[in-house]
């Protein structure tokens, strides 16, 4: 009566609740009374998609038009994914429990790379073609979104529109030009092309693409006389007036993240070399410390949260950082809220903060050194010195804790064996820092947690032209850092290599990818991203059988003036920029971050955030 | 003030489970703005506590629960409000204040009450034949799920009574069984005992259980719900 799925069915998978929404909060429209229905598709399980923050303020902001019944989707989990196929029941979305095949749009946020197989695989379960070319006026517009869309090439194949920066900026316009055009009769195709005069919008189809001998790009075409040659990302130039739900959608199951979360800023002023969010989010844009206040007084209200997360790139830096905390421990200090405050610097404010709002024993420090060496972490602009993380660790354990957390790359360019000991000696030198407290003063033992990702190179930063390293390299070098650690309250973990590895072919790939990731799938490929699922045999058949090369995409250094596939997309950030930075990288100089200097980076061009901000 | 609240769970909801409904119920009273009140000690929490778990997929129409205000504020207002921000197919039927020494639910709960609605593999004169025949038996083995392992355990003891409450088209009984933390049968088991009886196939996911009573006892040997006579 109320759901997609019978009971019998839903009674026999893992966390029914998933698929079945009338969440707190969920938005109930009739369906009938709507011009046009949008599928707002998240390519993971639903305690992941929930958890995301995009999802969250784009669901408000689609369902505050009269017109729009913006409505949930989420990847069901293997379990229910074998239920609906023997059933045959299509993808449904969870407000109106009803199949998606017939709506307007179907629009995926694209977070990561390895949900990409997990995209198809919804638009198959929801009976939709894969492939552009199948699917006729009864399917929905296909439409990516997300940091991974600003190199969606691999998807090209299936894809209708990449939306390449912030949603509030066009969907408005986008709505009412398709509500325009469905009104008079016209066809999907004519609103394509109607949307060419956009800014931050691509679409493949009216681009074409010619090859080398060697496999690279020879030339990247518009067919279409309104496509334009480069196509720049949108971004919201004043945070205090843009749209910020007073709602957000609580789960009724525990969910990854379940809290409200607040946006200080987009973007980052630090300039990481290797960090892509640190590019194409540019330029820093911040809100006022009372316009988040206001936004935290009404989420905490209709949500009932515990806990309040205050989400941004490099927390700290929020200008009036001190303010907000303060304002939030006294708006909320009777109500047994608690705050999570990821990315932050390690001083004594930051300390007595942490101090009052969580609980110390539980808690560890988190430091995202990056790498094991000073020359290293200039090399990648990573802006934390030794000292800075020693001294942080020193006040820490004179505070109550024990338990450090460190976040390191394996294979960044330029790496060497010193390098790689050094991730191990810096954490030795953490556990030694502690050893210094006087014994009867050390309650408990202290862990150092140092964790390594693999570098994957990304388009859009100075290292886009860069080499990955290979499953193999990051393997054997895992193995030299874990031989350097002596002390046994070291504990080091690295992740997946060969998972790191396929990320890397496809955050650089090209549209002849949408052939490999069709037979991934056709394998049985889905939720790629969690390790007991991922399955690389299948992987390396995929490449075999298409005959594309893991080396070419992941492995293999690019010439300046080699055409990347996304070349066509400017996020706003010049490429002469990224090259200056690149040479700064190999001879391991540093870039001052945007508040002390600005680098004219580009970004200048949209007109608002720190790079016009008055300098005191 | 110490409350004590019936709430009905329906259909919409009945797929989360009891630590879920405890989280939903205490966002409840968040959303509502009640002045609510928290345990001492290293991690604090609301003090709600709900009389006993129902499992997921039941529905209820008689779940019992107590929590604490750190003000005094009228049974009726707290109870519109509330339900004002209860997700859908959750709503407190009654609300009273709670008596001074008045034992928690959880541990004044004895029995409870279920209904089971069977699938169309059983049909009324299935129960018919077989009801009065299955109560009838000394004892009634099954295999129960314990928190040592499966044990083999005789139910008998713990059914009161069940009555026969089919309609012309649909296969139904209401059973009276224990509850609590001394002694408790779930509605799901003597489903699967009876369908073992009538030598039919018990079928798990098809089979509608309800949870229409938890009572306590007063006196020698009357048992009443759990919000009887127990109002300030
Ligand atoms: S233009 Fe200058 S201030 Fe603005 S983002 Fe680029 S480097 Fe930073």
Not at chain 2, 86 to 98: H, N, R
Request: net charge negative; proline share 4%; aromatic share 12%.
């Amino acid at each position: 009566m109320y759901n997609a799925l019978p009971d019998e069915i839903l009674l026999q998978v893992e966390k029914p609740a998933r698929y079945v929404g009338r969440e707190v909060n969920m938005v109930k429209k009739n369906p009938s009374d709507v011009d046009i229905r949008f599928a707002f598709c998240f390519p993971d399980v639903y305690e992941v998609g929930m958890s995301h923050l995009g999802l969250q303020i784009l669901y408000f902001f689609l369902n505050r038009r009269e017109d729009t019944y913006c409505e949930r989707v989420f990847a069901p989990w293997v379990d229910m994914e074998a239920k609906m196929r023997e059933a045959n029941i299509p993808l449904f979305a969870l407000e109106s429990q009803q199949p998606i095949k017939n709506f307007d749009f179907m629009g995926f946020t694209l977070q990561y790379e390895m949900s990409y197989t997990n995209v198809l695989n919804m638009l198959d379960l929801a009976g939709i073609p894969m492939f552009r070319k199948d699917r006729t006026e009864e399917d929905p517009l296909i439409i990516c979104g997300g940091s991974c869309a600003y190199n969606g090439e691999p998807l090209a194949d299936f894809v209708d529109i990449f939306y390449l920066g912030e949603g509030e900026v066009l969907y408005d316009d986008m709505l009412e030009l398709y509500k325009q055009f469905k009104k008079e009769g016209k066809t999907k195709q004519e609103y394509l092309e109607a949307l060419l005069k956009f800014d931050g919008l691509y679409m493949p189809q009216f681009y074409d693409v010619e090859y080398n001998e060697d496999g690279t790009i020879k030339s990247f075409e518009p067919n279409h006389p309104d496509a334009k040659r480069l196509i720049k990302k949108v971004v919201v130039t004043d945070m205090d007036s843009v749209f910020f739900p007073e709602k957000q959608l609580v789960p009724l199951i525990e969910v990854v993240h379940d809290r409200v979360t607040l946006e200080l800023f987009r973007g980052c002023i630090r300039g990481c070399r290797f960090c892509q969010a640190g590019f194409i989010y540019r330029p820093v844009r911040e809100k006022k410390a009372c316009t988040v206040l206001e936004n935290a007084r009404k989420l905490m209200e209709t949500s009932g949260h515990e806990e309040i997360s205050l989400t941004s790139l490099s927390t700290s830096d929020f200008t009036e950082f001190e303010e907000l905390a303060c304002g939030l421990l006294d708006e909320f200090k009777d109500q047994q809220v608690s705050l999570s405050l990821p990315s932050l610097r390690i001083d004594n404010f930051s300390l007595d903060l942490m101090k009052k709002v969580q609980e110390v024993r539980k808690s560890s420090l988190t430091f995202a050194a990056e790498a094991g060496t000073q020359r290293l972490r200039n090399v990648i602009n990573k802006n934390i010195s030794e000292d800075d993380i020693l001294n942080g660790c020193k006040l820490a354990f004179d505070g109550g804790w024990e338990k450090v957390k460190l976040y390191f790359m394996l294979g960044l360019p330029t790496e060497t064996e010193e390098d790689l000991k050094g991730i191990a000696h810096l954490s030795e030198k953490i556990v030694e820092k502690y050893f210094e407290i006087p014994k009867d003063q050390r309650p408990r033992p202290v862990t150092v947690n140092a964790s390594a990702s693999c570098f994957v190179p990304k388009p859009f930063t100075p290292f886009q032209w860069d080499a990955q390293d290979t499953y193999e390299d990051f393997g054997r070098k895992a193995l030299i850092v874990k031989d350097e650690i002596k002390r046994r309250q070291v504990r080091f973990t690295y992740h997946n290599t060969m998972m790191s590895s396929m990320e890397g072919v496809l955050a650089r790939g090209d549209r002849r990818q949408s052939a490999l990731l069709y037979r991934v799938w056709e394998l049985g490929c889905r939720f790629d991203g969690w390790s007991d699922l991922f399955d690389f045999k299948k992987w390396q058949q995929a490449f075999e059988d298409t005959g594309l090369s893991i080396e070419f995409y992941a492995n293999r250094e690019r010439s300046y003036d080699e055409i990347l596939p996304w070349d066509h997309i400017s996020v706003g950030v010049n490429k002469s920029f990224l090259i200056n930075e690149r040479e700064k990288a190999l001879a391991a100089e540093t870039t001052p971050n945007c508040r002390q200097k600005c680098s004219g980076c580009g970004a200048a061009s949209f007109g608002g955030g720190v790079c016009h901000e008055v300098q005191i | 003030m110490k409350y004590r609240f019936k709430l009905y769970k329906g259909d919409e909801i009945k797929f989360i489970g009891h630590l879920d409904l405890l989280v939903a119920f205490q966002r409840v009273l968040k959303r509502a703005g009640m002045p609510i009140a928290y345990s001492q000690g290293f991690n604090p929490h609301q003090l709600v506590a709900f009389a006993s778990p129902l499992s997921l997929g039941l529905t209820s129409t008689a779940e019992y629960g107590d929590f604490t205000l750190k003000e005094d504020l009228d049974a009726e207002f707290v109870m519109e409000k509330m339900n004002e921000h209860m997700p859908d197919g959750l709503k407190i039927t009654s609300l009273v204040k709670l008596a001074d020494g008045v034992k928690n639910t959880m541990s004044s709960l004895e029995r409870a009450e279920y209904e089971l609605y069977f699938d169309n593999t059983v049909t009324p004169e299935d129960i018919k034949a077989n009801l009065e025949n299955f109560m009838e038996r000394k004892e009634i083995l099954t295999m129960k799920k314990t928190k040592k392992g499966i044990n083999e355990t005789d139910i008998r003891p713990d059914i009161f009574w069940a009555k026969d409450i089919s309609t012309e088209d649909a296969a139904a009984v209401e059973i009276q069984v224990s509850s609590g933390s001394i002694r408790n049968l779930k509605g799901e088991t003597f489903a699967e005992a009876f369908c073992n009886h009538m030598g039919k196939e018990y079928n798990k996911y098809a089979i509608k259980c309800v949870r229409t009573e938890m009572l306590m006892k007063k006196g020698e040997d009357e048992f009443v719900p759990l919000n009887y006579g127990v109002e300030r």
